[in-house]
């Protein structure tokens, strides 16, 4: 059995950014550091988190007065922001910048007044994050389109005045039939200047486009929490092969490869290279040949850290690693 690497695959930039700042912020102030939701949607990364003295909590009445409290990558609503300012709580914000560029645009528009379209998927924390952004207060308004039947059924005030943004982790071709059907309905329609799916998702989607003719079955490893591990693996559906998420090798069941000459792998942007070695460790004991990597998209994009937390290791500070990034 051939194993494909896809390529790139696992951490990106923002992933990287918010789990050193997790770490880093552990190092400065002692444990525990409090987490609101999950730093990154993978369970090993929060999991080894937890071990070094951070804590998950689900909104910020869980943190104690004086403590100090990060910002997951996908971002929170201004009330969240203003809160723990009121409770002069010492704030670090992982929130991905390429998420952050977004919520710089909903601010612009609710201050145009104008009304917006939100591309995304209900409940998933950037999009209650981005929505949470949003000053409805000045005149404007803000309507989470999913699908494209969404669009026939959306009713706004101003056809003149309107604008969208995205999530930053969908499916890129999902999207794009979704921006084609907002268009021929609201031809006037304003859009990001630079698009807001970011080049991480988009790299990891064209790099699976570029494995799965090669493969009979898709493995993404990747949390079921973790919206762009979900989109991978819909490639899969799309090219009518059998496509499996799983958290880690322990997750693999050996009949899903039987009779099976290829298979591929890739990860969504917070699984850990850790975790894709141990697959191919288990698939090779099961008769798989050494991985193949495909070549790919170099990606060379660094967040900066805030400034604080950029001294702890030129100071000694010891940090903790949750595994090789890839």
């Not at 145009?112 to 999009?127: C, D, K, S, T």
């Not at 993404?220 to 998420?245: C, F, T």
């Amino acid at each position: 059995m051939q194993i494909f690497l896809a390529n790139p695959r696992g951490f990106c930039a923002g992933v990287d950014r918010a789990i050193d700042i997790v770490e880093r912020a552990v190092v400065l102030f002692g444990a525990p550091i409090y987490v609101r939701h999950e730093v990154v949607h993978n369970k090993y990364v929060v999991d080894r988190l937890r071990t070094i003295g951070a804590g998950f909590v689900d909104e910020l009445d869980e943190v104690p007065d004086g403590a100090t409290v990060i910002f997951s990558a996908h971002g929170v609503p201004r009330v969240v922001q203003q809160e723990a300012q009121r409770r002069l709580l010492n704030v670090f914000d992982a929130t991905c910048p390429l998420v952050t560029k977004v919520h710089m645009e909903i601010t612009r528009y609710a201050r145009e007044a104008r009304e917006v379209f939100l591309i995304g998927h209900a409940g998933h924390p950037e999009v209650e994050g981005t929505i949470g952004q949003f000053d409805a207060t000045l005149g404007g308004a803000i309507y989470l389109i999913q699908t494209v039947e969404d669009v026939a059924r959306v009713v706004v005030r101003n056809p003149e005045h309107l604008a969208f943004v995205t999530q930053t982790t969908l499916s890129v071709d999902d999207t794009a039939s979704i921006v084609a059907a907002l268009r021929a309905r609201f031809p006037g329609l304003k859009a990001p200047v630079k698009e807001d799916i970011c080049y991480a998702t988009q790299n990891r989607q064209d790099a699976v486009k570029n494995l799965i003719g090669r493969c009979e079955v898709l493995v993404v490893v990747g949390s079921k929490s973790s919206s762009n591990s979900n989109r991978l693996r819909e490639m899969a559906d799309k090219n009518a092969k059998p496509g499996y998420l799983v958290d880690g090798p322990e997750d693999l069941h050996r009949e899903w490869f039987d009779g099976i000459k290829s298979v591929g792998v890739t990860a969504g942007a917070s699984a850990p290279e850790i975790l894709v070695q141990g697959v191919i460790t288990q698939l090779r004991q099961w008769g798989g040949e050494v991985a193949q990597e495909l070549s790919g998209r170099t990606e060379h994009v660094i967040f900066a850290l805030p400034k604080t937390l950029r001294q702890v290791a030129k100071d000694g500070g010891s940090l903790s690693s949750v595994g090789p990034t890839g």
